[in-house]
């Protein structure tokens, strides 16, 4: 038996964005309206560190007819959309082997439901991966991520509808056909879990449109439509093209137990297995059978069609991904134990042990290498960390330069332990760093939540030049790339 000592050679490091934070042009060559543009920039003061607001019916119409005051920064981006021949020549200078992207679906069916795609739309993609091909970067490509077309939002309420299937469906194979030889790596939906969190983040839907249901009932409908969606584009991808990886993805939220109490730790597995249910689905093609019992004891129904179980079973995906920023704690007697704040944590507990980020996220580089290891024996398939980075503010100095040593410090220790993982038989197949190029945070909509290895000049407030500059960052990770990961 051999034992890996270090990253496998063709390992694909790089960095990931999301079209809706970095493309901007939300209006230009025809893109229609999506989601994510929707969603306005509420101040600190206004919302607290995290999440900004639900968006409701009510406001998205008002909003349409002119009648709110808000500023909508996705809409914005980092302005990707006319500069990525800059990004991308920054990308491959430091080495990339490959980079994340998502695919703007109202790019291409600006109402979803169009019966021809843009050609605009997907001239402007094709532009980006012959980029890419040029500096021999690998596209890894999100078909989804936060990017549902209003249209289908505001007519068939987005994923709650059973109609979006085919919709996406026709909208993948475009994709398939078109990029057949110059995407490989596809992934159907961004952090697909996040549909239990913010149904409207995850898939579109306004729940105020459905008050006889919870948010629960309705969140867990629509994400069955989307594993049904995300298995028949698996199976299409691969009648396209053989060689073709298709990844489901997951935002890993590895709970412990706050202390050893066998209470605790039936909680802390809980949490567990409701965040990877939904890797399950995807992996093994059916329902675990704890969910099973959940939704009975919850009063979940759903509504499924004949041969759906069928079609999860039939094609289950090539790889698992996944975004880690963080862990978390539980406590089954929570009120002895002080809160964090941090995003999608609502249910955690503080973990004396950890530092926390500026957002309240706790920053945990050993959870990855004990996430990784977990779902490697649960699952056996190739895993891929797609997402990890840490959002900080950075200060430019007098003379430009950035010295983001925390940055440093934070993705150094999670590859360290990432490391580690492989070395001890976890089949990784890269690592791509969330916003290798600043823009503009998911939950909070702030440019000064900062990931990037490029600083990118712009304010909250949409102010700046928008001029790119190299952090310290930049000529770290050019070189933990060109070691394989052995100089970090
Ligand atoms: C993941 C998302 O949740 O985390 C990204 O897939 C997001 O879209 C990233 O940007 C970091 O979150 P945030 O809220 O700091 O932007």
Same mark, same amino acid.
């Given at each position: 038996?051999?034992?890996?000592t270090?990253?496998?050679?063709? $390992? ?17 060559g ?11 920039f509420?101040?600190k ?7 900004a ?7 998205i ?5 002119g009648?709110v &005051?808000d500023r909508?920064?996705? *809409?914005?981006g !980092? ?6 021949? @800059?990004?991308i020549?920054l990308f491959?200078e430091m080495?990339?082997k490959a980079?994340? /992207?998502?695919?703007?679906? =109202? *790019?291409i069916f ?8 843009? /050609?605009?739309?997907?001239e402007?993609?094709d532009?980006v991966f012959?980029?890419?091909?040029k ?5 890894i490509?999100?078909?989804? %991520?936060?990017e549902t077309?209003?249209?289908?939002t505001r007519k +068939?309420?987005?994923?709650?509808s059973?109609e ?7 909208y993948a194979e ?8 110059q995407?490989t ?7 697909i ?23 629960? #009932?309705? =969140?867990?409908?629509?994400?069955h439509?989307?594993?049904v ?9 691969h009648?396209?093209n053989?060689?073709a ?6 935002a ?17 597995q809980?949490?567990n297995?409701l965040?990877l $249910?939904?890797? &399950?689905?995807h !992996? %093994? ?10 939704f009975?004891e919850?009063?979940? !129904?759903i509504?499924?069609e ?7 079973? #039939? ?10 920023y ?5 406590a ?6 002080e809160q964090?704040?941090?995003?999608l ?11 926390t980020?500026?957002?309240?996220? #706790?920053?945990?580089?050993?959870g990855?290498?004990?996430t990784?290891?977990d779902?490697y024996?649960?699952? *056996?398939k190739p895993l ?5 980075? /840490?959002?900080?503010y &950075?200060?430019? @100095?007098?003379d430009?330069s950035?010295h983001d040593?925390?940055?440093?410090? +934070?993705?150094?220790k999670?590859i360290?332990q ?6 001890e038989?976890?089949?990784?197949i890269?690592?791509?760093?969330w916003?290798?190029?600043d ?6 909509s702030e440019?000064?939540?900062r990931?990037?290895f ?14 790119r500059?190299?952090? &310290?960052s $930049?000529?770290?990770?050019?070189q ?6 052995e100089?970090?």
């Open positions: 038996t051999t034992v890996q270090g990253f496998p050679k063709n $390992f694909l490091w790089g960095g990931a964005t999301a079209a809706n934070q970095v493309e901007g042009a939300y209006n230009v025809g893109k229609g309206l999506t989601t994510a543009d929707m969603v306005p509420v101040p003061e206004k919302r607290g560190l995290n999440f607001i639900d968006v409701t019916s009510d406001y119409e008002k909003a349409l007819n009648e &005051d909508y920064p996705k *809409r914005d !980092v302005d990707f959309y006319h500069r990525y021949e @800059e990004d020549a491959a080495g990339f980079f994340r /992207l998502s695919i703007n679906w =109202a *790019r600006p109402n979803g439901d169009d019966a021809a795609p843009s /050609l605009e739309g997907l402007f993609y532009r012959n980029e890419l091909e500096y021999g970067i690998e596209p490509v999100t078909l989804s %991520h936060y077309p209003l249209a289908l +068939y309420n987005g994923w709650y059973r979006l299937i085919p919709l996406f469906v026709k475009t994709l398939f056909n078109r990029y057949r030889d995407v790596y596809w992934i159907t939906f961004n952090e879990n996040m549909m239990g969190h913010s149904p409207y983040t995850g898939g579109g839907v306004l729940v105020d449109k459905l008050p006889n249901q919870t948010k629960e #009932q309705i =969140a867990y409908q629509a994400l439509h989307q594993f969606a995300s298995a028949l584009v698996t199976k299409l991808a009648e396209i053989p060689d990886k298709v990844g489901c993805m997951l890993r939220g590895q709970t412990y137990p706050v202390t050893n109490n066998p209470e605790d730790v039936l909680l802390a809980h949490y297995d965040n $249910f939904h890797t &399950d689905v !992996v %093994h093609g059916e329902y675990p059978s704890f969910m099973n019992r959940y009975a919850n009063n979940i !129904v509504q499924k004949i041969g759906d179980d069928e079609i999860l079973k #039939q094609y289950p995906v090539d790889y698992v991904s996944l975004s880690y963080m862990s978390k704690s539980v089954s007697n929570s009120e002895d134990y964090v704040s941090g995003n944590t609502t249910y955690a507990v503080k973990n004396k042990y950890l530092d980020s500026d957002w309240g996220w #706790q920053i945990d580089p050993k990855l290498r004990i990784l290891r779902m024996n649960r699952y *056996r891929f960390v797609v997402e990890n980075g /840490l959002g900080a &950075d200060t430019v @100095e007098e430009g950035i040593t925390y940055r440093i410090d +934070y993705l150094k999670h360290e990432m490391k580690e993982a492989v070395k038989g976890v089949d990784l890269g690592y791509t760093a916003g290798p190029i823009l503009i945070s998911m939950s909070t440019m000064s939540k990931y990037g490029i600083y990118v000049d712009q304010d909250d407030e949409g102010n700046g030049t928008l001029n500059f190299k952090k &310290d $930049f000529e770290w990770y050019k933990v790339i060109a070691t394989n990961g100089e970090l």
